[in-house]
């Protein structure tokens, strides 16, 4: 979690590899700055408190100006954040969620998460000229991110995230883990680098579709299967065209009537499942007598 690793800071300085462009000092009346920083390799940790992944994000952030406070003369502000980016595990790190197991190769995840704060400070000036345009590893606490946007000696009241909630989604192995405020981690998911995707059934695959006995009027043919589906099987040939359903077993059979003397025909089997079909089918030609 973003959140849990960071210690509060009361005064946040002015420091940082490159800066942005500014929306210039803002006035009592209500306005907005925005100000967008790359953070990469930052270590990230989970409910058992390990650092499991490090992050690589683009974190926007957004404070507000709402206006002056009546009842104690500071100002009152809102700010929102919102982090993208991925999350690459650690080989054999505490998983951060729900089972708390190391985590097995490197799985990478996609993030996205976001929070909100509600804060006063004793200066109605603020800008986004000196929020840092990229940082690597743990430097700059999420908890007092928007005091980037401050002189150095401002003082704030009730600074501090709030509903937040992080999105960790590993698409390869069917994992999600979700850190939130009001989250716990025998709900949260995990990601653990061992696979949660569904299993798909196994396909029936027909074996050993051949001729029982054929007469000049009538015909039965027999299959073997590796699982057991409910088969269409589909007769062709003269003065014929038909098919029906048969619910079959490892082995099943067919009989076909009302077929002409010294005429060629196609028995063709499609296993479904669900009624889709499901692997391949096998078709057997014949000729009656």
Known sequence: ?????????????????????????????????????????????????????????????????????????????????????????????TSPGSQAVAIKGAPVARVSGSGTYTFTANTSQFSAKDVPFKLSGSAGPTDTWPEYFFAPGTQFTGMGISNWTWVYTDSRHCQTWTDAYNGSQATSGDITGVSACPVPAPKPVIRHLHTDWVSSHSAEVSWNQTVTSTDLVTVTGPGLGRHGWTFATHNDKADFGKLRPWSRYQVTVQPTVNGKPAGHSASISFRTR
Request: net charge negative; hydrophobic share 40%; no cysteine.
């Open 1 to 93: 979690m973003l959140k849990r690793i960071l210690a509060s800071l009361a005064v946040v300085t002015a420091a940082g590899a490159g800066t942005l462009a500014t929306t210039g000092w803002a006035s009592a009346t209500p306005s907005t700055a925005t100000a967008t920083t790359h953070l990469t390799n930052r270590p990230d940790s989970g409910y058992s408190g390990n650092t499991w992944a490090d992050d690589n994000l683009v974190r926007t952030v957004t404070v507000r100006l709402v206006g002056p406070d009546t009842v104690s003369g500071l100002y009152d502000y809102t700010a929102t954040l919102h982090d993208t980016g991925t999350a690459s595990a650690l080989t054999g790190a």
